[in-house]
């Protein structure tokens, strides 16, 4: 029995390091800011998660107790990596596009991160 629940532990460490690997891979090999968002909220967090499944599993399947610890960081991960990423392209898209330039919005007519007024007075100054 202990040699299946090891087993189990290991699988969880090995996929989780199989996933973190391809998230830090996709950091440095994607071309542009927006592809690169994927990697990190997608491969690496599921890489954290393997990491978490596998500490659940030890503490509660050889050492008998069962730690809040874990659930609570992998609830604040699953929470926290979704919110970043949507601010961070939020970001990319009000710095680097301009409405001409996003595809068409479908029947909605409009982006809605670009649905408020230009205003003429605010100097740009993005490029210093």
Known sequence: MTFLVELLIAAFLIISGIFGFVGSFGMIKL???????????KATTLGVGG????SIAHSVLLEGKLSMHELL?????????PITALFIAKWHIHRHEK??????????????????EQ???????SAN
Request: charged fraction near 20%.
């Open 31 to 41: 071309k542009d800011p927006m592809s690169r968002l994927h990697a990190p909220t």
């Open 51 to 54: 990491v978490l499944l596998a």
């Open 73 to 81: 960081i992998t609830l604040f991960l699953f929470l926290t990596a």
């Open 99 to 116: 409405p001409q330039g996003l595809p068409d919005a479908g029947e909605d007519e409009l982006w809605a991160t670009h649905a408020v």
């Open 119 to 125: 205003v003429e007075d605010v100097p740009d100054h």
